[in-house]
Protein backbone atom coordinates (compact mmCIF):
# COMPACT_ATOMS: atom_id res chain seq x y z
CA UNK A 1 0.00 0.00 0.00
CA UNK A 2 1.61 2.98 -0.95
CA UNK A 3 1.58 5.57 2.17
CA UNK A 4 -1.31 8.77 1.98
CA UNK A 5 -3.50 6.51 -0.75
CA UNK A 6 -7.06 5.23 0.20
CA UNK A 7 -7.10 1.52 0.53
CA UNK A 8 -10.78 0.67 -0.61
CA UNK A 9 -12.19 -1.34 -3.16
CA UNK A 10 -12.82 1.15 -6.05
CA UNK A 11 -17.17 -0.21 -6.03
CA UNK A 12 -16.68 2.57 -2.88
CA UNK A 13 -15.71 5.20 -5.19
CA UNK A 14 -18.57 4.59 -7.45
CA UNK A 15 -20.72 4.20 -4.43
CA UNK A 16 -19.64 7.92 -3.25
CA UNK A 17 -20.20 9.28 -6.74
CA UNK A 18 -23.68 7.57 -6.84
CA UNK A 19 -24.54 9.09 -3.12
CA UNK A 20 -23.29 12.40 -4.27
CA UNK A 21 -25.16 12.82 -7.08
CA UNK A 22 -28.26 11.24 -5.74
CA UNK A 23 -28.86 13.13 -2.53
CA UNK A 24 -27.94 16.44 -5.67
CA UNK A 25 -30.59 15.37 -7.51
CA UNK A 26 -33.23 14.81 -4.80
CA UNK A 27 -32.47 18.59 -3.38
CA UNK A 28 -33.39 19.72 -7.09
CA UNK A 29 -35.59 17.69 -7.16
CA UNK A 30 -37.80 18.93 -4.02
CA UNK A 31 -36.41 22.38 -4.25
CA UNK A 32 -35.48 22.97 -7.52
CA UNK A 33 -38.20 22.11 -9.54
CA UNK A 34 -40.61 22.78 -6.66
CA UNK A 35 -43.23 19.94 -7.97
CA UNK A 36 -46.70 19.78 -6.41
CA UNK A 37 -46.62 16.77 -3.66
CA UNK A 38 -49.82 15.08 -3.06
CA UNK A 39 -49.33 12.03 -1.78
CA UNK A 40 -47.12 10.03 -0.10
CA UNK A 41 -46.33 8.00 -2.87
CA UNK A 42 -45.16 11.15 -4.88
CA UNK A 43 -42.72 11.30 -1.70
CA UNK A 44 -41.23 8.25 -2.33
CA UNK A 45 -40.77 8.43 -5.99
CA UNK A 46 -39.14 11.40 -5.82
CA UNK A 47 -36.78 9.54 -2.95
CA UNK A 48 -35.88 6.63 -5.30
CA UNK A 49 -36.78 7.54 -9.04
CA UNK A 50 -32.79 8.70 -9.69
CA UNK A 51 -31.18 5.84 -8.12
CA UNK A 52 -31.60 3.03 -10.52
CA UNK A 53 -30.45 5.32 -13.86
CA UNK A 54 -27.94 7.12 -12.09
CA UNK A 55 -26.49 3.32 -10.69
CA UNK A 56 -26.48 2.19 -14.52
CA UNK A 57 -25.28 5.38 -15.92
CA UNK A 58 -21.97 5.36 -13.18
CA UNK A 59 -21.48 1.61 -13.92
CA UNK A 60 -20.47 2.81 -17.69
CA UNK A 61 -17.08 3.84 -15.99
CA UNK A 62 -16.04 0.20 -15.57
CA UNK A 63 -18.78 -1.73 -17.62
CA UNK A 64 -16.22 -2.10 -20.02
CA UNK A 65 -13.41 -3.29 -18.75
CA UNK A 66 -11.79 -5.31 -15.62
CA UNK A 67 -10.79 -1.82 -14.06
CA UNK A 68 -12.38 1.01 -13.29
CA UNK A 69 -12.16 4.25 -15.74
CA UNK A 70 -11.73 7.06 -12.68
CA UNK A 71 -11.38 9.57 -15.91
CA UNK A 72 -14.46 8.42 -17.66
CA UNK A 73 -16.20 8.07 -13.72
CA UNK A 74 -16.01 12.14 -13.46
CA UNK A 75 -17.04 12.22 -17.43
CA UNK A 76 -20.05 10.71 -16.13
CA UNK A 77 -20.82 13.19 -13.10
CA UNK A 78 -20.31 16.23 -15.60
CA UNK A 79 -22.45 15.17 -18.26
CA UNK A 80 -24.92 14.72 -15.38
CA UNK A 81 -24.65 17.35 -13.61
CA UNK A 82 -24.69 19.70 -16.78
CA UNK A 83 -28.31 17.59 -17.58
CA UNK A 84 -29.88 18.45 -14.12
CA UNK A 85 -28.38 22.15 -14.54
CA UNK A 86 -30.02 22.57 -17.85
CA UNK A 87 -33.29 21.03 -17.04
CA UNK A 88 -33.14 23.53 -13.73
CA UNK A 89 -32.09 26.73 -15.71
CA UNK A 90 -35.06 25.80 -18.25
CA UNK A 91 -37.15 24.68 -15.50
CA UNK A 92 -36.71 28.28 -14.05
CA UNK A 93 -37.97 29.97 -16.11
CA UNK A 94 -40.48 27.39 -18.98
CA UNK A 95 -41.49 25.43 -15.70
CA UNK A 96 -40.87 22.32 -17.97
CA UNK A 97 -37.87 19.91 -18.65
CA UNK A 98 -35.30 20.00 -21.94
CA UNK A 99 -35.98 17.51 -24.48
CA UNK A 100 -33.90 16.11 -27.16
CA UNK A 101 -35.83 18.74 -29.56
CA UNK A 102 -34.61 21.74 -27.53
CA UNK A 103 -31.13 20.23 -27.21
CA UNK A 104 -31.25 20.44 -31.42
CA UNK A 105 -33.29 24.06 -31.79
CA UNK A 106 -30.60 25.36 -28.60
CA UNK A 107 -30.21 28.75 -30.72
CA UNK A 108 -33.86 29.80 -31.32
CA UNK A 109 -34.72 28.82 -26.99
CA UNK A 110 -31.88 32.24 -26.69
CA UNK A 111 -28.83 30.23 -26.78
CA UNK A 112 -26.48 32.07 -24.46
CA UNK A 113 -27.03 35.63 -23.39
CA UNK A 114 -29.23 37.97 -20.80
CA UNK A 115 -32.53 35.20 -20.54
CA UNK A 116 -30.06 32.75 -19.12
CA UNK A 117 -27.84 35.04 -17.47
CA UNK A 118 -31.26 36.40 -15.59
CA UNK A 119 -31.61 32.43 -14.66
CA UNK A 120 -28.29 31.93 -12.64
CA UNK A 121 -28.18 31.98 -8.92
CA UNK A 122 -25.41 31.88 -6.91
CA UNK A 123 -25.77 29.26 -5.29
CA UNK A 124 -25.96 26.85 -8.70
CA UNK A 125 -22.13 26.49 -7.66
CA UNK A 126 -22.98 24.08 -5.08
CA UNK A 127 -24.36 21.82 -7.24
CA UNK A 128 -20.50 21.32 -9.30
CA UNK A 129 -19.04 20.43 -5.49
CA UNK A 130 -19.54 16.64 -5.75
CA UNK A 131 -17.14 16.58 -9.04
CA UNK A 132 -14.59 18.06 -7.31
CA UNK A 133 -14.92 16.08 -4.08
CA UNK A 134 -15.01 12.80 -6.37
CA UNK A 135 -11.67 14.00 -8.67
CA UNK A 136 -10.15 14.63 -5.26
CA UNK A 137 -10.53 11.51 -3.92
CA UNK A 138 -10.07 9.35 -7.43
CA UNK A 139 -6.66 11.27 -7.48
CA UNK A 140 -5.39 9.79 -4.13
CA UNK A 141 -7.15 6.30 -4.47
CA UNK A 142 -4.92 3.37 -4.49
CA UNK A 143 -3.66 2.32 -8.09
CA UNK A 144 -3.72 -1.54 -7.03
CA UNK A 145 -7.34 -1.66 -6.15
CA UNK A 146 -9.52 -0.58 -9.15
CA UNK A 147 -10.22 -4.07 -10.32
CA UNK A 148 -13.67 -4.72 -9.69
CA UNK A 149 -14.97 -8.28 -9.57
CA UNK A 150 -17.17 -9.54 -11.97
CA UNK A 151 -19.63 -10.76 -9.22
CA UNK A 152 -20.13 -7.34 -8.12
CA UNK A 153 -20.75 -5.68 -11.89
CA UNK A 154 -23.48 -8.22 -11.99
CA UNK A 155 -25.13 -7.24 -9.26
CA UNK A 156 -24.63 -3.66 -9.64
CA UNK A 157 -26.30 -3.73 -13.18
CA UNK A 158 -29.10 -6.16 -11.54
CA UNK A 159 -29.60 -3.53 -8.99
CA UNK A 160 -29.77 -0.40 -10.93
CA UNK A 161 -32.12 -2.48 -13.55
CA UNK A 162 -34.45 -3.27 -10.67
CA UNK A 163 -34.68 -0.11 -9.36
CA UNK A 164 -35.71 1.52 -12.95
CA UNK A 165 -38.07 -0.89 -13.23
CA UNK A 166 -39.66 -0.76 -9.27
CA UNK A 167 -39.97 2.97 -10.35
CA UNK A 168 -41.58 2.12 -13.91
CA UNK A 169 -43.95 0.30 -11.80
CA UNK A 170 -45.11 2.51 -9.11
CA UNK A 171 -45.40 5.00 -11.92
CA UNK A 172 -48.35 3.11 -13.70
CA UNK A 173 -49.85 2.18 -10.86
CA UNK A 174 -50.05 6.06 -10.02
CA UNK A 175 -51.08 7.38 -13.34
CA UNK A 176 -52.00 4.59 -16.30
CA UNK A 177 -51.31 7.28 -18.33
CA UNK A 178 -48.16 7.77 -17.36
CA UNK A 179 -46.82 6.83 -20.80
CA UNK A 180 -49.48 7.39 -23.27
CA UNK A 181 -49.60 10.92 -21.94
CA UNK A 182 -45.76 11.56 -21.95
CA UNK A 183 -46.33 15.44 -23.22
CA UNK A 184 -47.22 15.71 -19.29
CA UNK A 185 -43.70 16.04 -18.88
CA UNK A 186 -44.10 17.71 -15.35
CA UNK A 187 -45.73 14.46 -14.00
CA UNK A 188 -43.23 12.19 -16.12
CA UNK A 189 -39.93 13.81 -14.25
CA UNK A 190 -41.78 13.68 -10.81
CA UNK A 191 -42.96 10.17 -11.13
CA UNK A 192 -39.83 8.52 -13.12
CA UNK A 193 -37.06 10.82 -12.33
CA UNK A 194 -35.22 13.10 -14.51
CA UNK A 195 -32.65 10.67 -15.93
CA UNK A 196 -35.28 8.38 -16.51
CA UNK A 197 -37.18 10.71 -18.36
CA UNK A 198 -34.74 11.72 -20.53
CA UNK A 199 -33.88 8.09 -21.74
CA UNK A 200 -37.66 7.99 -22.65
CA UNK A 201 -37.40 10.96 -24.48
CA UNK A 202 -34.42 10.09 -26.42
CA UNK A 203 -36.14 6.74 -27.10
CA UNK A 204 -39.28 8.95 -28.21
CA UNK A 205 -37.39 10.85 -30.36
CA UNK A 206 -36.50 8.11 -33.16
CA UNK A 207 -40.32 7.60 -33.16
CA UNK A 208 -41.41 10.54 -35.67
CA UNK A 209 -39.16 9.07 -38.86
CA UNK A 210 -41.03 5.66 -38.56
CA UNK A 211 -44.07 7.26 -38.23
CA UNK A 212 -43.72 9.24 -41.43
CA UNK A 213 -42.64 6.07 -43.58
CA UNK A 214 -45.57 3.95 -42.06
CA UNK A 215 -48.05 6.07 -42.72
CA UNK A 216 -50.82 5.57 -45.36
CA UNK A 217 -54.08 7.22 -46.09
CA UNK A 218 -55.73 4.82 -44.13
CA UNK A 219 -54.67 6.43 -41.11
CA UNK A 220 -56.59 10.09 -41.84
CA UNK A 221 -60.12 8.31 -41.07
CA UNK A 222 -59.68 8.53 -37.53
CA UNK A 223 -59.08 11.95 -37.54
CA UNK A 224 -61.91 12.50 -40.34
CA UNK A 225 -64.26 11.11 -38.53
CA UNK A 226 -63.63 13.02 -35.26
CA UNK A 227 -63.16 16.46 -37.18
CA UNK A 228 -66.06 16.15 -38.87
CA UNK A 229 -68.10 15.19 -35.63
CA UNK A 230 -66.78 19.15 -34.09
CA UNK A 231 -67.58 20.80 -37.00
CA UNK A 232 -69.73 24.20 -36.40
CA UNK A 233 -72.01 26.36 -38.16
CA UNK A 234 -71.45 29.61 -40.02
CA UNK A 235 -71.51 33.16 -37.16
CA UNK A 236 -73.79 35.58 -37.96
CA UNK A 237 -70.35 37.31 -39.04
CA UNK A 238 -70.07 35.25 -41.60
CA UNK A 239 -68.31 37.06 -44.56
CA UNK A 240 -68.29 41.53 -42.65
CA UNK A 241 -64.32 41.08 -43.87
CA UNK A 242 -65.06 39.85 -47.09
CA UNK A 243 -61.69 39.98 -49.48
CA UNK A 244 -60.37 42.75 -46.47
CA UNK A 245 -56.59 43.22 -46.45
CA UNK A 246 -55.66 40.87 -43.14
CA UNK A 247 -52.83 42.73 -40.90
CA UNK A 248 -52.02 39.97 -38.43
CA UNK A 249 -49.77 41.27 -35.21
CA UNK A 250 -48.34 38.47 -33.10
CA UNK A 251 -47.64 40.57 -29.62
CA UNK A 252 -44.33 39.67 -27.67
CA UNK A 253 -45.29 37.85 -24.69
CA UNK A 254 -48.38 39.94 -24.02
CA UNK A 255 -50.79 38.68 -21.28
CA UNK A 256 -53.95 39.98 -21.01
CA UNK A 257 -53.78 41.28 -17.42
CA UNK A 258 -52.14 44.18 -19.16
CA UNK A 259 -55.48 45.64 -20.50
CA UNK A 260 -57.08 48.51 -18.73
CA UNK A 261 -54.68 47.84 -16.02
CA UNK A 262 -52.96 51.08 -14.17
CA UNK A 263 -49.82 50.76 -12.44
CA UNK A 264 -48.99 54.12 -10.36
CA UNK A 265 -52.21 55.41 -11.90
CA UNK A 266 -50.79 55.22 -15.60
CA UNK A 267 -52.83 52.61 -18.25
CA UNK A 268 -49.96 50.05 -19.11
CA UNK A 269 -51.50 49.73 -22.52
CA UNK A 270 -53.46 53.36 -23.01
CA UNK A 271 -53.84 52.60 -27.29
CA UNK A 272 -54.88 48.86 -26.64
CA UNK A 273 -57.51 50.32 -23.91
CA UNK A 274 -58.99 52.71 -26.67
CA UNK A 275 -58.42 50.22 -29.14
CA UNK A 276 -60.66 47.08 -27.53
CA UNK A 277 -63.50 49.75 -27.41
CA UNK A 278 -64.21 50.10 -30.80
CA UNK A 279 -62.72 46.06 -31.76
CA UNK A 280 -63.91 42.19 -30.82
CA UNK A 281 -62.16 41.87 -27.48
CA UNK A 282 -61.73 37.92 -26.57
CA UNK A 283 -61.09 38.17 -22.86
CA UNK A 284 -60.56 34.70 -21.77
CA UNK A 285 -58.14 33.06 -24.68
CA UNK A 286 -54.95 30.94 -23.34
CA UNK A 287 -51.94 30.20 -24.55
CA UNK A 288 -51.43 27.38 -25.88
CA UNK A 289 -47.86 27.34 -26.49
CA UNK A 290 -45.34 24.07 -25.60
CA UNK A 291 -41.35 24.54 -26.40
CA UNK A 292 -41.89 26.56 -29.63
CA UNK A 293 -43.29 29.56 -27.41
CA UNK A 294 -44.16 32.22 -30.80
CA UNK A 295 -43.35 29.57 -33.45
CA UNK A 296 -45.89 27.17 -31.37
CA UNK A 297 -48.26 30.34 -31.56
CA UNK A 298 -47.79 30.93 -34.83
CA UNK A 299 -48.11 27.59 -35.87
CA UNK A 300 -51.87 27.23 -34.43
CA UNK A 301 -52.54 30.33 -36.30
CA UNK A 302 -52.02 29.00 -39.31
CA UNK A 303 -52.64 25.68 -39.48
CA UNK A 304 -55.49 25.43 -36.37
CA UNK A 305 -53.07 22.62 -34.97
CA UNK A 306 -51.42 21.79 -31.74
CA UNK A 307 -47.83 22.65 -31.29
CA UNK A 308 -45.73 19.28 -30.53
CA UNK A 309 -45.00 19.14 -26.61
CA UNK A 310 -41.16 18.63 -27.18
CA UNK A 311 -39.28 21.23 -29.52
CA UNK A 312 -41.42 22.83 -32.44
CA UNK A 313 -42.92 21.79 -35.46
CA UNK A 314 -40.75 24.65 -37.13
CA UNK A 315 -38.14 22.90 -36.60
CA UNK A 316 -38.82 19.52 -36.03
CA UNK A 317 -41.32 19.33 -39.58
CA UNK A 318 -40.86 22.06 -41.54
CA UNK A 319 -41.15 19.83 -44.49
CA UNK A 320 -44.62 17.96 -44.05
CA UNK A 321 -47.37 19.33 -46.03
CA UNK A 322 -49.91 21.39 -44.18
CA UNK A 323 -53.38 23.43 -45.18
CA UNK A 324 -51.83 26.59 -43.86
CA UNK A 325 -54.06 29.55 -43.60
CA UNK A 326 -51.97 31.17 -45.99
CA UNK A 327 -52.37 28.07 -48.61
CA UNK A 328 -56.03 28.65 -47.98
CA UNK A 329 -56.40 32.19 -48.80
CA UNK A 330 -55.14 31.95 -51.40
CA UNK A 331 -57.20 29.42 -53.14
CA UNK A 332 -60.76 31.44 -51.51
CA UNK A 333 -59.45 34.94 -52.85
CA UNK A 334 -55.86 34.68 -54.51
CA UNK A 335 -54.27 36.66 -51.51
CA UNK A 336 -50.77 37.23 -50.98
CA UNK A 337 -48.87 36.43 -47.70
CA UNK A 338 -46.06 38.11 -46.01
CA UNK A 339 -44.24 37.97 -42.83
CA UNK A 340 -42.32 40.86 -41.01
CA UNK A 341 -39.95 39.88 -38.27
CA UNK A 342 -37.09 42.12 -37.54
CA UNK A 343 -34.48 38.83 -36.17
CA UNK A 344 -32.55 36.86 -38.17
CA UNK A 345 -34.51 34.68 -41.30
CA UNK A 346 -33.08 31.21 -39.80
CA UNK A 347 -34.54 31.63 -35.75
CA UNK A 348 -36.92 29.02 -35.40
CA UNK A 349 -36.04 27.67 -38.86
CA UNK A 350 -38.62 30.35 -40.18
CA UNK A 351 -37.12 30.64 -43.54
CA UNK A 352 -37.95 27.03 -44.64
CA UNK A 353 -41.22 26.58 -42.91
CA UNK A 354 -42.60 29.68 -44.20
CA UNK A 355 -42.07 28.08 -47.89
CA UNK A 356 -44.02 24.83 -46.91
CA UNK A 357 -47.07 27.02 -45.17
CA UNK A 358 -46.92 29.15 -48.37
CA UNK A 359 -46.23 32.68 -47.61
CA UNK A 360 -44.57 34.59 -50.89
CA UNK A 361 -42.30 36.88 -48.76
CA UNK A 362 -40.28 36.94 -45.42
CA UNK A 363 -39.05 40.29 -44.22
CA UNK A 364 -36.51 39.31 -41.80
CA UNK A 365 -33.48 41.26 -40.29
CA UNK A 366 -31.56 41.70 -43.44
CA UNK A 367 -34.65 43.43 -44.45
CA UNK A 368 -34.58 46.07 -41.96
CA UNK A 369 -32.26 48.71 -41.20
CA UNK A 370 -30.82 47.90 -37.85
CA UNK A 371 -28.06 49.59 -35.77
CA UNK A 372 -27.08 49.28 -32.00
CA UNK A 373 -29.46 52.04 -31.26
CA UNK A 374 -32.66 51.30 -32.87
CA UNK A 375 -32.41 47.59 -31.04
CA UNK A 376 -32.08 45.87 -27.84
CA UNK A 377 -32.06 42.39 -26.87
CA UNK A 378 -33.17 40.12 -29.59
CA UNK A 379 -33.66 42.86 -31.81
CA UNK A 380 -34.34 46.19 -33.45
CA UNK A 381 -37.20 47.73 -30.95
CA UNK A 382 -40.73 47.84 -32.34
CA UNK A 383 -41.24 51.12 -33.13
CA UNK A 384 -38.78 50.88 -35.98
CA UNK A 385 -39.81 47.82 -37.10
CA UNK A 386 -43.56 49.02 -37.47
CA UNK A 387 -41.81 52.82 -38.84
CA UNK A 388 -39.69 50.96 -42.21
CA UNK A 389 -42.30 48.43 -42.41
CA UNK A 390 -45.08 50.56 -43.99
CA UNK A 391 -43.34 50.93 -47.15
CA UNK A 392 -42.54 47.28 -47.30
CA UNK A 393 -46.44 47.00 -46.86
CA UNK A 394 -47.53 49.32 -49.20
CA UNK A 395 -45.65 47.72 -52.14
CA UNK A 396 -47.49 43.86 -51.56
CA UNK A 397 -50.13 43.05 -53.97
CA UNK A 398 -53.69 43.35 -52.48
CA UNK A 399 -55.72 41.47 -51.33
CA UNK A 400 -52.81 40.65 -48.59
CA UNK A 401 -52.12 38.70 -45.52
CA UNK A 402 -49.51 40.40 -43.43
CA UNK A 403 -48.16 38.86 -40.08
CA UNK A 404 -46.14 41.01 -38.30
CA UNK A 405 -44.11 39.98 -35.29
CA UNK A 406 -42.78 42.07 -32.40
CA UNK A 407 -39.83 41.47 -30.37
CA UNK A 408 -39.08 44.40 -27.43
CA UNK A 409 -41.34 43.02 -25.15
CA UNK A 410 -38.91 39.59 -24.67
CA UNK A 411 -37.40 38.30 -21.38
CA UNK A 412 -35.55 39.41 -19.57
CA UNK A 413 -38.02 42.89 -20.67
CA UNK A 414 -34.56 45.35 -21.40
CA UNK A 415 -35.37 48.58 -22.55
CA UNK A 416 -32.79 51.96 -22.51
CA UNK A 417 -34.08 54.70 -20.30
CA UNK A 418 -34.85 57.32 -23.07
CA UNK A 419 -37.70 54.69 -24.03
CA UNK A 420 -39.25 53.78 -20.96
CA UNK A 421 -42.88 55.99 -21.19
CA UNK A 422 -43.99 54.51 -17.84
CA UNK A 423 -42.26 53.87 -14.38
CA UNK A 424 -41.45 50.25 -13.59
CA UNK A 425 -43.65 48.52 -11.09
CA UNK A 426 -42.14 47.79 -7.43
CA UNK A 427 -42.43 44.72 -6.69
CA UNK A 428 -39.66 42.40 -5.43
CA UNK A 429 -39.06 40.82 -9.01
CA UNK A 430 -37.11 43.30 -11.45
CA UNK A 431 -38.40 40.82 -14.19
CA UNK A 432 -42.38 41.87 -13.02
CA UNK A 433 -41.26 45.00 -12.45
CA UNK A 434 -39.76 45.79 -16.45
CA UNK A 435 -42.13 43.96 -17.91
CA UNK A 436 -44.47 47.04 -17.69
CA UNK A 437 -42.10 49.47 -19.12
CA UNK A 438 -41.57 47.05 -22.24
CA UNK A 439 -45.51 46.35 -23.20
CA UNK A 440 -45.97 49.81 -22.33
CA UNK A 441 -43.40 50.13 -25.46
CA UNK A 442 -45.02 47.83 -27.27
CA UNK A 443 -48.08 49.26 -27.11
CA UNK A 444 -46.97 52.99 -28.03
CA UNK A 445 -44.98 51.00 -31.25
CA UNK A 446 -48.97 49.73 -32.25
CA UNK A 447 -50.54 53.28 -31.51
CA UNK A 448 -47.65 54.96 -33.99
CA UNK A 449 -48.07 51.98 -36.29
CA UNK A 450 -51.93 52.49 -36.36
CA UNK A 451 -51.64 56.29 -37.40
CA UNK A 452 -49.45 55.45 -40.17
CA UNK A 453 -51.55 53.19 -41.80
CA UNK A 454 -54.15 56.00 -41.42
CA UNK A 455 -52.01 58.82 -43.06
CA UNK A 456 -51.64 56.42 -45.70
CA UNK A 457 -54.90 55.12 -46.78
CA UNK A 458 -54.11 51.60 -45.56
CA UNK A 459 -56.83 51.28 -42.67
CA UNK A 460 -60.14 51.39 -43.37
CA UNK A 461 -59.68 48.58 -46.07
CA UNK A 462 -58.19 46.35 -43.18
CA UNK A 463 -59.09 43.25 -40.71
CA UNK A 464 -56.64 43.72 -37.83
CA UNK A 465 -55.68 40.91 -35.41
CA UNK A 466 -53.62 41.33 -32.08
CA UNK A 467 -52.99 38.46 -30.16
CA UNK A 468 -50.54 37.83 -26.77
CA UNK A 469 -48.37 35.11 -28.46
CA UNK A 470 -47.49 33.53 -24.90
CA UNK A 471 -47.02 34.17 -21.38
CA UNK A 472 -44.73 36.57 -20.14
CA UNK A 473 -44.00 36.24 -16.98
CA UNK A 474 -43.08 32.58 -15.90
CA UNK A 475 -44.52 30.70 -13.28
CA UNK A 476 -41.16 31.50 -11.20
CA UNK A 477 -42.16 34.80 -11.05
CA UNK A 478 -46.30 34.71 -10.73
CA UNK A 479 -45.97 35.59 -6.43
CA UNK A 480 -44.37 39.03 -7.36
CA UNK A 481 -47.28 38.97 -10.44
CA UNK A 482 -49.96 38.25 -8.07
CA UNK A 483 -48.63 41.00 -5.19
CA UNK A 484 -48.69 43.46 -8.69
CA UNK A 485 -52.06 42.56 -9.47
CA UNK A 486 -53.54 42.48 -5.76
CA UNK A 487 -54.34 38.92 -5.89
CA UNK A 488 -54.04 35.87 -3.92
CA UNK A 489 -51.10 33.93 -4.50
CA UNK A 490 -52.80 30.38 -5.03
CA UNK A 491 -51.90 27.83 -7.72
CA UNK A 492 -54.61 28.22 -10.33
CA UNK A 493 -53.52 31.67 -11.21
CA UNK A 494 -50.63 29.70 -13.41
CA UNK A 495 -53.54 28.66 -15.54
CA UNK A 496 -55.39 32.63 -14.96
CA UNK A 497 -51.89 34.04 -15.96
CA UNK A 498 -52.19 31.93 -18.95
CA UNK A 499 -54.59 34.12 -21.06
CA UNK A 500 -53.48 36.33 -23.79
CA UNK A 501 -55.76 38.84 -25.35
CA UNK A 502 -57.05 39.08 -28.72
CA UNK A 503 -58.35 41.60 -30.62
CA UNK A 504 -60.20 41.22 -33.82
CA UNK A 505 -60.64 45.14 -34.75
CA UNK A 506 -62.35 45.83 -38.51
CA UNK A 507 -63.01 49.38 -39.28
CA UNK A 508 -66.89 50.59 -38.76
CA UNK A 509 -67.90 47.16 -37.66
CA UNK A 510 -69.09 46.73 -34.18
CA UNK A 511 -67.38 46.49 -30.84
CA UNK A 512 -67.88 44.15 -28.45
CA UNK A 513 -66.59 42.04 -25.40
CA UNK A 514 -66.87 38.63 -25.60
CA UNK A 515 -66.01 36.39 -22.49
CA UNK A 516 -65.94 33.21 -24.69
CA UNK A 517 -63.28 30.57 -23.66
CA UNK A 518 -60.69 29.99 -26.22
CA UNK A 519 -57.50 29.51 -26.96
CA UNK A 520 -54.90 30.13 -30.24
CA UNK A 521 -56.12 27.12 -32.31
CA UNK A 522 -59.35 28.78 -32.49
CA UNK A 523 -58.28 32.17 -34.48
CA UNK A 524 -57.70 30.77 -37.70
CA UNK A 525 -61.53 29.55 -37.69
CA UNK A 526 -62.99 32.29 -36.03
CA UNK A 527 -60.97 34.99 -39.02
CA UNK A 528 -62.00 32.47 -41.98
CA UNK A 529 -65.38 33.02 -40.85
CA UNK A 530 -65.08 36.98 -40.79
CA UNK A 531 -63.75 36.35 -44.32
CA UNK A 532 -66.52 34.51 -45.33
CA UNK A 533 -64.66 31.35 -46.02
CA UNK A 534 -65.90 27.89 -45.34
CA UNK A 535 -63.73 26.22 -43.01
CA UNK A 536 -65.57 23.19 -42.57
CA UNK A 537 -63.61 20.89 -45.47
CA UNK A 538 -60.03 21.90 -43.52
CA UNK A 539 -58.99 19.60 -40.85
CA UNK A 540 -58.87 21.86 -37.61
CA UNK A 541 -59.27 21.60 -33.72
CA UNK A 542 -59.54 24.93 -33.16
CA UNK A 543 -63.27 26.20 -33.23
CA UNK A 544 -65.29 29.33 -34.45
CA UNK A 545 -64.94 32.03 -31.48
CA UNK A 546 -68.41 33.52 -32.40
CA UNK A 547 -69.84 30.33 -32.12
CA UNK A 548 -67.76 28.19 -29.82
CA UNK A 549 -69.63 24.99 -28.13
CA UNK A 550 -69.18 26.26 -23.96
CA UNK A 551 -69.26 22.61 -23.00
CA UNK A 552 -65.73 21.94 -24.90
CA UNK A 553 -62.03 22.34 -22.88
CA UNK A 554 -59.74 24.64 -23.93
CA UNK A 555 -56.16 22.24 -24.35
CA UNK A 556 -53.04 23.19 -23.14
CA UNK A 557 -49.88 20.99 -24.61
CA UNK A 558 -48.87 19.29 -21.63
CA UNK A 559 -52.20 17.54 -21.00
CA UNK A 560 -54.18 20.18 -18.72
CA UNK A 561 -56.94 22.69 -19.56
CA UNK A 562 -59.41 25.52 -18.77
CA UNK A 563 -63.40 24.61 -19.05
CA UNK A 564 -66.36 25.30 -17.76
CA UNK A 565 -65.16 26.95 -14.56
CA UNK A 566 -62.75 24.43 -14.06
CA UNK A 567 -58.67 24.60 -14.34
CA UNK A 568 -57.06 21.12 -14.91
CA UNK A 569 -53.14 21.83 -13.91
CA UNK A 570 -50.40 19.74 -12.77
CA UNK A 571 -53.48 16.54 -12.48
CA UNK A 572 -55.17 18.22 -9.99
CA UNK A 573 -58.85 19.92 -10.43
CA UNK A 574 -59.36 23.53 -9.49
CA UNK A 575 -62.61 25.97 -8.98
CA UNK A 576 -61.22 28.11 -11.73
CA UNK A 577 -63.17 31.38 -10.17
CA UNK A 578 -62.07 30.64 -5.95
CA UNK A 579 -58.89 28.46 -7.12
CA UNK A 580 -60.29 26.25 -4.72
CA UNK A 581 -58.90 22.68 -5.22
CA UNK A 582 -61.71 20.31 -5.79
CA UNK A 583 -62.19 16.20 -6.09
CA UNK A 584 -60.40 15.02 -9.61
CA UNK A 585 -64.25 13.57 -10.76
CA UNK A 586 -65.04 16.83 -11.48
CA UNK A 587 -62.40 17.13 -14.42
CA UNK A 588 -62.86 13.56 -15.35
CA UNK A 589 -65.57 14.56 -18.11
CA UNK A 590 -62.97 16.52 -20.14
CA UNK A 591 -60.17 13.77 -20.07
CA UNK A 592 -60.99 11.79 -23.03
CA UNK A 593 -61.89 15.36 -25.24
CA UNK A 594 -57.84 16.21 -23.94
CA UNK A 595 -55.95 13.24 -24.74
CA UNK A 596 -57.96 11.99 -27.90
CA UNK A 597 -57.29 15.87 -29.59
CA UNK A 598 -53.70 16.08 -28.46
CA UNK A 599 -53.03 11.91 -29.52
CA UNK A 600 -54.63 12.87 -33.32
CA UNK A 601 -53.03 16.31 -34.12
CA UNK A 602 -49.45 14.55 -33.22
CA UNK A 603 -50.40 11.89 -35.36
CA UNK A 604 -51.46 14.47 -38.11
CA UNK A 605 -47.45 16.28 -37.72
CA UNK A 606 -45.50 12.52 -37.03
CA UNK A 607 -46.54 10.83 -39.91
CA UNK A 608 -46.96 13.82 -42.23
CA UNK A 609 -50.85 12.97 -42.78
CA UNK A 610 -52.42 16.19 -44.77
CA UNK A 611 -49.86 14.70 -47.43
CA UNK A 612 -52.97 12.62 -48.31
CA UNK A 613 -55.75 15.21 -47.99
Request: hydrophobic share 40%; aromatic share 14%.
Amino acid sequence: MVKGRINLPPEKLVLIAFLLLWLKTVIVSFIGFDFSIVSWLDVLLLMINPAGSLLLMLGLSFYFGRRLNRVLLIVIMVLITGLLYADLLYYRFYIDFVTVSVIFQFKNVGGIGPSTFELVKAWDLFLFADIFVIAWLSRRWDRQRLVIPAIIRKRYIAAGTALVLLVAGLGLFQSSRLFSAAYNRSQMVKTIGPYNYHLYDIAMALRPPLDQALADKSDTAAINQYVSLHKQKHSGKFGIAKGKNIVLISMESTQNFVINRKVDGKEITPFLNKLVKKSYYFNSIYDQTAQGKTSDAEFMVDNSLYPLSGGSVFVRRPKNTFNSLPKILKQHGNYYSAVFHGNDASFWNRENMYDHLGYNRFFSKKDFTVTEENSINYGIKDIPFFEQSISYLKSLPQPYYAKMITLTNHFPFLLNEEDQMISAANTDEGVVNRYITTVRYEDEALRRFFLELKKNGMYKNTIFVLYGDHYGISEKYEEALSTLLDEKDIPANHTKYRQVPLIIHIPGQEEKTISTLGGEVDIRPTLLDLLGIDDSRHISFGQNLFSRDPKHPVIFRNGGFAADNLIYQDNICYNARSGEELESKSCEPYQDTVHQELDLSDEIIYGDLLRFK
